[in-house]
């Protein structure tokens, strides 16, 4: 059943605060810590009170994992939403669909105001027995995990299928991590910066074939928050708001070895995103910005091909010659996404989409922005969120 094509025109839903801690490796705080101190700057960021605040959406900590999170976080940081609060855990898809689902309980009239907060120590906190939990949960219990199969590794296995059925080379892959750098350089709260070729990515260490060290995503402390709100209550907010105006998802498989073969996979993230670009009433071509969840450089060069920007198959030639960089056709997470500025899951894709349909990206601009893209992609590319936002209703 196709979503109502137009629900998202009938109390529309607007983006009007963001926040970002400290990123990198910040020792001494907890998830909980960081979910606040992001959550108040996005408030401040808005120009609202805490006390304006009725809808709540947290994702999970891979360090503090709580039963109930989203209602642990509002006790700890002193609010009761009265309308509207849930807990989200879809991986790496779920603050994109934090989104959709703060839209959709805006149309239901469920709240006016949500906060969609998420923090996490990854880097300083997570012991070994809680990254194999981890590793147990992303792969089949008796297909893949007694194998020893790990999220490099799966994905590895998507990049290894690439380059069999369409020629893809390590150095295209590469040139997705070298843009990403570029860009973080630009971007002051990133963790990585020095700038890096193809060189080096493909001289840096093999984690699993053909995924270098440097194809693999950050890991990080820190926290990510935005606060969305009706278009009634946007209007009397501090800034110009950002539309939520198309939104999809699809899933294909969990585990990687129940997936569909690589074709049948990109064909079914395709509809997905044909439903999205028809929900926003845009063309491909109209977005000025991608925000493209990048746990991997593989992921990026796929997710281009499901989204419809190339075709299935030419993915390796549409990232290279500078086409995902600042200045090319299609520039890619101006913020250096999870590969150069902080992973968080996404989190700072929905941040670096605002800033750039404010205007307020400073050298990382692209001029004239009014249309963005922001995906999300959870497990092994087993979960796929689409997000088109605009400047304009």
Sequence with gaps: MDMDRDFLKKRRACLVGIGETEQGKVPGKSSLQFHSEAAKLAIEDAGIRKEDINGVITAFSFVDQTF????????????????????????????????????????????????CVRGDNTLTGLTSEGMIALIKEMSHIELEYPYGLLTPGGYALFAQRHMHEFGTKSEQLAAIAVAMRKHAALMPNAFKKEPITIEDVLNSPMIASPLHLLDCCLVTDGGGAFIVASEEKARNM???????????????HQYISQAPNLRELLMTYRKAADKAFAMAGIQRKDIDVAMIYDCFTITVLMSLEGLGFCEIGEGGSFVEGGR????????????????????LGGMFHVNEAVRQLRGEAGPRQVPGASHAVVTGNGGLFSSQSIVILGNEP
């Design 68 to 115: 109930m999170h989203c209602t642990t976080f509002a006790e700890y940081f002193g609010i009761a939403p009265q309308f509207y609060y849930t807990s989200m855990a879809i991986g790496g898809s779920t603050a994109a669909w934090m989104l959709a689902q703060a839209a959709m309980a805006i149309h239901a009239g469920l709240a006016d105001v949500i906060l």
């Design 324 to 343: 995902i960089e600042l200045g090319g056709e299609l520039p890619v997470n101006t913020h250096g996404g999870l590969l150069s500025q902080a992973h």
């Design 238 to 252: 501090k800034h110009k708001p950002v539309y939520i105006k198309g939104v999809a998802q699809e899933s294909t």
